[in-house]
């Protein structure tokens, strides 16, 4: 287990703002920043983090919390590893406590499956560089490619022994299950021939070069394995299987190392290959992932829109590819990206271009030769079509059906204005063949629409059913007045209820100075009122030991303390308001009213109004007992009259707390 003092220091170092930017493309607004939800496929930002408070808050998916959350959510880690990842990140020593043997039986299939898969990372790499093999075939293939040593150990590549088991052996050797070896992929397990209920056991990755695949966070997923030898039988490159860690649709090579500088370039280099990568890399362009050798996926797409919108694809010189590698790029527009083309000369790909040329070479050939996909599609289609006007026909049909994807009303005008000069044809034909193409799609985006609309209309109710849960709101808001003013000193105005001279009932103002957490306390205390709510009530409950106990009290050492559920819950609180930052609403013309009433208003108020509505519910429950007695209900009517009568008193000292 992980010291309690490498936790408190990891918290105490982290920055929620820093952890996350890695992620996502974070923006300044106001004092927080804002993004795109890495939760949802969304287009406009409801991804908000406030440095202040060191938390965050995804409005599209409802889900929040602290750096340790976050990296919880978003890479699936345990509560150790998250605590471990921030460690490296912020080049903490992890102290750890021995754990017992049943603590270790506990480490979740996911985690078993990355400790493998980090063993076998390790252990390509040893044979790389510390074995004969290794350094004659591995590294001697590496370095003909034109990596530095420090790229090769940058990477983490590595080398498998062409031998039937040699990974296997040692990796049961050192104690690793096979069950984990085979959901890794890294070994094959067959039954075996010869001698029946024997199981043979293969290394998938044999006689081949190593190319560990990383997630965001640079965990090892899989592998990608490149054949040396002349056996026309093997394939070329061969990849892990899929498994519960390794998803080939969501993974983009490269984009561990490549997501600092996407999100600072605000562009994004796509490409095809693990040595296309690397080699760029090595030249000094940073910004490029690959998306291995498989079809691009949405959740590709989706995974760098929140780094950029801007993506570069970098085509070879082959031609007979590119029609190909078109329907990617009708993927990108589709996904509401921005895209450019760029093709290399004749005989050049991405790898040999960089090896073969400086880095200024490099840059300048990336700044000049870009194509707009318009552009791009054009010239190549147009060539294609020559003097054929068939050709010629569907190539326009074929430039529109692009056009059709892009979500962005006045972008697909201005293409729809560039293809018709470039093909020499009107407008107006254009815009009708894509209002024909688009007919259909918008009937069902409509139909979507609604569908998602109707979540967010208000559902009529039958009399007497409550549309909100009041005590709900309530004891949330006093959570939120707790964690924000808890500690803060006001001057309160008490109610002390007096029979004046006519012997009625008054409610006599004293004014009394407190802390806020106290006062609430007190207040909830003296009419025996406790939080009905399971999660509210232990966050008040710590709350008030915090607040009590602590005399600088933090926000984010109070996260800290807390469950990873109630972290969210809290969270979600304090970013309540944070929602109304992301629209922008003073472009519009609206001006949302600001805040005038104080700490202690805001104080009196919510217990006023918990006091009456619990009140109400009283008097309903006493009314509800009289229908159903038939004896003499004279005490009950008289607790009645006497409650309406204090519900009164508290409904206009309420108008005028919020006068």
Known sequence: MIAKSTIDQVYETARVEEVIGDF????????????????TDERTPSFMVSPVKQIWKDFSSGKGGNVVAFLMEHEHFTYPEAIKYLAKKYQIEVEETQQTDEQKELASERESLYLVSEFASDYYQDILWNTEPGKAVGLSYFKERGFTEDTIRHFSLGYGLDEW??????ALEQGYQLEYLEKTGLTIVKDDPRNAGEKRKFDR????VIFPIHSLSGRVLGFGGRILS??????????????DIYHKSKVLYGIYFAKQAIAREDNCYLVEGYTDVIQMYQRGIKNVVSSSGTALTPEQIRMISRLTKNITVLFDGDAAGLRASLRGVDLILEQGMNVRICTFPPGEDPDSFARNNAYEDVVLYLEENPKDFIQFKTSLLAEEAANDPIKKAETIRDIVSSIAKVPDRIKREIYVQQCAAMMNISEEVLFNTLAQMGRKEYQEARKRERQDTKAFE?????????????????????????LLYGKEMEEFEDLVLKENEEGELELEPERVEARVYEKIYLDLQEDEIELTHDRFKTIYYKLMEALNEQEDFQIAQFLQELDQTLVKEVSSILMEEERY???????????????????????SETILTLRCFLIKKRIHSLQQDTEEKTEDNSEVLEEIVNYLQLNKLLNNKLNRVLS
């Open 24 to 39: 996502v493309n974070l923006k300044k607004s106001g004092s927080n920043f804002k993004g795109l939800s890495p939760f």
């Open 165 to 170: 088991d040699a990974f296997t052996t040692h």
């Open 581 to 603: 930052n992301l629209h922008n609403w003073e472009r519009k013309d609206i001006y949302p009213k600001e805040k005038t009433r104080t700490v202690a208003q805001l104080v």
């Open 458 to 482: 208000v559902i009529k109710q039958t009399p007497g059913e409550t549309k909100v849960d009041v005590q709900y709101e309530l004891e949330r808001k006093i959570i939120e007045i707790l």
């Open 205 to 208: 990755f044999k006689g081949r």
């Open 230 to 243: 002349n056996d026309k039988k093997a394939a070329k490159y061969l990849n892990s299987p899929e498994s």
